[in-house]
């Protein structure tokens, strides 16, 4: 999730780039050459201060809102999600702002020489801005917890709040992004290459990649040992009668501000099951182990390499295709040239990236959802079938352990129990699901069919395409 975060954000940088190279080409007065910079650095603080600014105002609406409506949980959260919704807009136009029309990249001209220093750099105003919004909006939170207080600073608690987002998002968002960033200086290497060879360097660095995730997420978030040994044990002995190879399962240490789950790394030997210290504080001891199965189902099943897979072909089309001259990027280049725009190749690039982030967010999304009610299958049925415990009483408590998992989820977070993310569908849809297949067990098997024709479907599809540039290389 957060490699595809990441990649979604360069292509809103990347975004914000072509925006400042049309801004240029088509409208040469917005960004003046002899502008003095203090005054477009003050315009550009401004900017990137508007989305926090807002955040506070819309956290004085939605208190009322909130206080007003009570106890009603459908209509917070309604407020809630349009709120996040229009918050989010307003950052990512102001981001472009920055970029496109205030020509904060031309500000870090002479950063440029200095790798990743000048990636970081760009980064400075999205991020700011994130962390002074995220400050504010823990006011949110707080009324969802004291409804009756009145308003105060809670310093030590709102620290604490914007440390858990640090570590959980922007740190591990970040450190790929800048990767990302970075490689973009040293692609002309990889078109140097043949094709065959940039496949293969291409596949290095996402092992590469593969490796490191893990082990940067166990050391930016806070994960420790179970300490209840004997849970420990049976959580992995559950894990290796799934068989699912996972070398440890974690504590995720949050403040017991988030109740969630979740499997890292790729390779053999790094994976790595972690549940937040809330889900363990709140959940009994079946519901865990039915989490664990889920997430095991994740491993077991491949859904990350098959994630991986989905990300990593794109991303092999668009280099090929970088290394023709009958490539996207050339021929689009053609195009704006004929249409007087003077847009090079490395810039029309940008557009493709945007449409690689397009694809990310309707495929990957697919992929997800699909593969959420997948591991809920495997946690409710196939396990049980696995360590040899086929009896129809077995069948039907593994069914009535995931399901209980499931409501004690949408207890304890109200407002994910209708709610689809990118991730997840929502909770009731994935209860209502687990319920027909209590009911009947034939659905569970025309689901796994159907969804494996689809995935093969997919997988033959960019095999095609991924022909399609080494033949024209050739």
């Known amino acids: 999730m957060n490699l595809f975060v990441a990649l979604v954000m360069g292509a809103c940088v990347a975004l914000a780039e072509l925006g400042s190279v049309l801004g240029v080409s088509l409208f040469p007065d917005i960004i003046p050459a002899q502008s003095p910079w203090p005054s477009r650095l003050c315009a550009i603080l401004v900017c990137t201060l508007a989305a926090p600014l807002l955040a506070v105002f819309q956290t004085w609406w939605v208190s009322e809102k909130m206080r007003c409506l009570g106890k009603d949980r459908v209509g917070q959260n309604r407020i809630v999600k349009f709120i996040a919704f229009f918050h989010g807009l307003v950052w990512a136009v102001s981001s472009v702002v920055v970029f496109s029309v205030l020509g904060w990249p031309y500000l870090l001209a002479g950063l440029k020489s200095l790798p990743g220093v000048y990636e970081l750099m760009l980064l400075v105003p999205l991020l700011f801005s994130m962390m002074l919004s995220w400050l504010v909006f823990y006011d949110i939170q707080a009324i969802a917890h004291y409804p009756t207080e009145k308003w105060s600073l809670r310093l030590r608690q709102r620290l604490a709040y914007l440390e858990v987002r640090l ?24 078109e140097q290459l043949t094709p065959g060879w940039a496949v293969v360097a291409a596949l290095v660095v996402c092992l590469l990649v593969m490796g490191v995730v893990p082990w940067l997420m166990t050391r930016l978030w806070k994960t420790e040992r179970i300490g209840d040994l004997q849970l420990d044990r049976k959580l992995m002995a559950i894990c290796q009668q799934a068989g699912a190879g996972v070398r440890q399962i974690k504590v995720w240490r949050t403040g017991h501000q988030i109740v969630n789950a979740a499997v890292t790394g790729l390779l053999p030997g790094t994976r790595i099951i972690l549940l937040t210290d809330l889900l363990l504080k709140q959940f009994e001891p079946e519901e865990v182990e039915a989490i664990v199965r889920h997430e095991a189902g994740h491993v077991r099943l491949k859904h990350l390499p098959l994630k991986m897979l989905f990300v990593v072909l794109p991303m092999l089309v668009l280099l090929l295709d970088r290394t023709s001259q009958y490539g996207i990027a050339n ?13 090079a190749a490395d810039n029309v690039t940008h557009l493709v990236a945007i449409g690689f982030a397009v694809y990310l967010l309707v495929v990957l999304r697919w992929l997800s959802h699909k593969m959420e009610f997948e591991a809920d299958l495997f946690a409710a049925t196939e396990t049980m079938v696995m360590s040899g415990n086929t009896s129809v009483a077995d069948a039907i408590q593994g069914v009535q352990q995931t399901r209980a ?4 989820l949408a207890a304890l977070s109200p407002g994910q129990f209708r709610k689809r993310t990118f991730m997840h569908p929502s909770l009731k849809e994935r209860i209502l699901f687990i319920e027909k297949v209590a009911v009947e067990p034939a659905i569970a098997n025309a689901y796994r069919r159907s969804f494996a024709r689809w995935k093969w479907m997919l997988m033959g599809l960019w095999g095609v395409v991924l022909l399609v540039p080494l033949l024209l290389a050739g």
């Not at 998002?169 to 200086?185: D, N, Q, S």
């Not at 021929?331 to 847009?343: I, M, P, S, T």
């Open 405 to 408: 998992a499931l409501w004690r």
């Open 331 to 343: 021929q689009l280049a053609q195009g704006f040239a004929a249409l007087g725009w003077g847009l």
């Open 167 to 190: 570590r959980m998002h922007l740190m591990l968002i970040t450190a790929p992004l800048l990767a990302i960033m970075v490689a973009r200086r040293y692609a002309h290497w990889l």
